[in-house]
């Protein structure tokens, strides 16, 4: 059968092929285990913080922990945009918590509202953190809370400092 190509060599060669995915795992697997143990620890300590009632919140943690460590070198894994980015969910959720909701309409504008008043201003202020704006419709649909934001403030600083501290070993996974 001198005429088929090898299997490896064929899966090497197509750019969307197991063999590619499989190489790079070979290569980076350390950083894999590392970094995904480490979204694994952040987002324990999360949930040391949040009741599960307030899922959504949990959910753009958990997402944010992803960019962190997964996408580390990307400008939305930078602390600036981690931590401004959920205080604007918040504040965004917040402001409109205040809007008359008298029926299911309105409640879902308000909750859609805060979700782009959320966008408009990261991207205004230059701290575009995607995650942020599930905090800031989980804000929106369970109302304010002080436990919350506190919560949500050091889970963001909390991962900004680990992305911080072991910023030179974290590779981008993606």
Request: with cysteine.
């Amino acid at each position: 059968m001198a005429g088929r190509p090898v299997l490896s060599r064929k899966i090497k060669e197509e750019p969307n092929s197991l063999g590619k995915y499989v190489e790079k795992f070979k290569l980076f697997w350390k950083n894999y285990l590392y970094q995904s143990f480490l979204a694994t620890l952040a987002v324990l300590v999360v949930l040391l913080f949040l009741s599960i009632e307030q899922a959504v919140i949990i959910a753009s943690i958990g997402a944010s922990a992803f960019i962190v460590f997964a996408m580390p070198k990307n400008v939305t894994a930078k602390p600036r945009n981690v931590i401004g980015g959920h205080i604007v969910g918040l504040l965004s959720g917040s402001l409109c918590t205040l809007l008359p909701q008298p029926s299911f309409l309105y409640s879902i504008s308000a909750y859609s509202l805060a979700v782009g008043i959320s966008i408009f201003i990261m991207v205004v202020i230059d701290t575009e953190h995607p995650p942020a704006a599930g905090t800031a419709l989980g804000v929106a649909m369970k109302g304010f809370s002080l436990h919350v934001a506190i919560a949500v403030i050091t889970s963001a600083v909390i991962l900004s400092s680990i992305h911080h501290i072991l910023k030179s070993s974290l590779k981008d996974l993606t």
